[in-house]
């Protein structure tokens, strides 16, 4: 009889264990793939966040100016691709890497906005300036991006501008004689 009683024994200790080795795995469970670390054992795959279309602009023109054009093609609309191959888009890209050779590769974004173009189309454009060109009042160069319309992340067009803003004239008053 002692044997059995021991069996019994044993059964509910491994019963009383259960319930806390499944709470365990089931904690475990819930914060592996909140860590990340759970991610390849569970199968979980996380989607990549989708980027801004200021963050497109500026990952486009930091590989431009790194001379990455295999990743900064990689970023224009399909039928851009289409229109230019790879080698053109490098001779087109040319004169914005030679910008950033005199300068630095380091940009910031200056302003966004909408151009209005002939027929109500309309494209929407982010500019950059080379951040050594920070502490001057207007910089000199924009390097510009632009995109089809605000749900496109696939870039259009791009290119320098020079930065024609200059600070506006005031207009002086008359001096008033006094009689």
């Known amino acids: ?39 390849h054992w569970l199968g979980v795959r996380v989607p990549a966040p989708r980027l801004s279309q200021g963050q497109v602009a500026g990952q486009f023109l930091r590989a431009v100016l790194r001379a990455d054009y295999v990743r900064a093609y990689g970023h224009l609309a399909p039928e851009v691709r289409r229109a230019v191959d ?23 974004l200056y302003k ?10 309309s494209r929407l454009f982010y500019s950059f300036s080379f951040a050594a060109d920070s502490s001057l009042k207007t910089p000199s160069v924009l390097l510009e991006v632009t995109f089809r319309d605000t749900a496109s992340r696939a870039v259009l067009g791009f290119g320098i501008q020079p930065n024609a803003a200059k600070s506006p004239v005031r207009a002086t008053k008359p001096a008033v004689k006094k009689r």
């Open 1 to 39: 009889m002692k044997g059995l009683e021991n069996h019994s024994a044993v059964q509910q200790g491994a019963r009383s264990r259960a319930p806390r080795l499944r709470r365990l795995i089931w904690i475990f469970g819930l914060l592996m793939p909140l860590l990340g670390a759970g991610r």
């Open 86 to 108: 790879l080698a053109h888009f490098k001779a087109s890209a040319q004169p914005l890497w030679k910008r950033g050779q005199r300068r630095s590769h380091e940009i910031e």
């Open 112 to 121: 966004l906005g909408v151009r209005l173009g002939d027929g109500g189309a």
